[in-house]
């Protein structure tokens, strides 16, 4: 029994590895309100450093993500730790991007609940 449940929860792990790497890949190429519209649950609440203030729902978020988007160029993300248990996940990445003509190199962490294989819930450090 004990087996069963670690390889479903292996394989529970894979899928939102998979996802997770997608989300990822779609940062990096600039295609983030893609990667939201696709990742991201209805019911998405996203936290800045603790403060959800406007970020409850994906309409609200999406707002938020293509402010970002519309003033925001990619050219590099860094993903240097990454860790899943379950329907939680963290990454640890560098992303260097030019904002409102702004060049800006960023360290942070961003931590992600999962639900159906979406994310319902992320944080950001």
Do not use: C, P
């Amino acid at each position: 029994m004990l087996f069963k449940q670690l390889r479903s929860s292996s394989n529970k792990n894979q899928d939102v590895k998979k996802n997770l790497d997608a989300i990822l890949r779609g940062i990096q190429e600039n295609k983030i309100l893609k990667t939201f519209d696709k990742y991201y649950h209805k019911d998405v609440v996203m936290y800045e450093k603790g403060d959800s203030t406007n970020r409850v729902g994906k309409v609200n978020n999406r707002i938020a993500e293509k402010s970002f988007a519309k003033n925001a160029k990619i050219h590099e993300l860094k993903v240097l730790k990454v860790l899943i248990d379950g329907d939680n996940t963290a990454y640890e990445s560098e992303m260097t991007f030019t904002y409102s003509g702004t060049k800006i190199t960023k360290t942070q962490w961003a931590l992600q609940q999962w639900k159906d294989g979406l994310i319902i819930k992320e944080e950001f450090y």
